[in-house]
């Protein structure tokens, strides 16, 4: 048990939920510079926090695109 709480406390993404990042990324970036940087449609096309959690949720590739972005911003 200790193992997993010193290895969550290295973890930047811990206690941070996707919709927390992603609003984090859109502040920082603005949507047209997000979706420059990742090429995903649902930043480029129609952009909204519901409907990209709602993609990011289901695609682990995007999800993990997304993740890293945030870790380099910290």
């Given at each position: 048990?200790?193992?997993?709480?010193?290895?969550?406390q290295?973890?930047?993404?811990?206690?941070?939920?996707?919709?927390?990042?992603?609003?984090?990324l859109?502040?920082?970036?603005?949507?047209?510079?997000?979706g420059?940087?990742?090429?995903?449609?649902?930043?480029?096309?129609?952009?909204?926090?519901?409907?990209?959690?709602?993609?990011?949720r289901?695609?682990?590739?995007?999800?993990?695109?997304?993740?890293?972005l945030?870790?380099?911003?910290?």
């Amino acid at each position: 048990m200790k193992e997993i709480k010193a290895e969550q406390q290295n973890n930047p993404l811990h206690g941070k939920t996707l919709q927390c990042i992603l609003e984090s990324l859109v502040e920082k970036f603005g949507w047209e510079e997000l979706g420059t940087i990742i090429r995903i449609n649902c930043f480029n096309e129609n952009p909204g926090i519901a409907s990209s959690l709602k993609f990011l949720r289901k695609t682990e590739w995007a999800r993990k695109k997304v993740e890293q972005l945030y870790i380099k911003t910290l």
